[in-house]
Nanobody, 122 residues
Framework: QVQLVESGGGSVQTGGSLRLSCAAS????????MAWFRQAPGKERDFVAA????????TYADSLKGRLTISRDNAKNTVYLQMNSLKPEDTAVYYC???????????????WGQGTQVTVSS
């Protein structure tokens, strides 16, 4: 089992920044792919970004490139999502997820955190 706990959400104005954290525990994480997804009210859960724990390889949703940065701190077993130039359409619950076998889509991730709310006001 892998346990994931997100933090760092909150309310910001348009153009603001937030850094989300995902503290991971449980099994050895070196072979896992960690990802962030988000889900707005009434919408599907969408991929945001992913990072491989061992090599630090990153990938992003095309529409979010340039504004978001995913990173990890191996010593702290923590994954971060730095979000800049936030827009109202970024408002959503942001979830951290983990998988051993990366495929696109939330179904590939068996481990999830509880989510953290991000609200961007205009």
């Amino acid at each position: 089992q892998v346990q994931l706990v997100e933090s760092g959400g909150g309310s910001v104005q348009t153009g603001g920044s937030l850094r989300l954290s995902c503290a991971a525990s449980g099994r050895t994480l070196s072979n896992y792919v960690m990802a962030w997804f988000r889900q707005a009210p009434g919408k599907e859960r969408d991929f945001v970004a992913a990072i491989t724990w061992n090599s630090g390889y990153t990938t992003y949703a095309d529409s979010l490139k340039g504004r978001l940065t995913i990173s990890r701190d191996n010593a702290k077993n923590t994954v971060y999502l730095q979000m800049n130039s936030l827009k109202p359409e970024d408002t959503a619950v942001y979830y951290c997820a983990a998988t051993l076998t990366y495929r696109s889509g939330p179904d590939a991730f068996p481990y999830w955190g509880q989510g953290t709310q991000v609200t961007v006001s205009s």
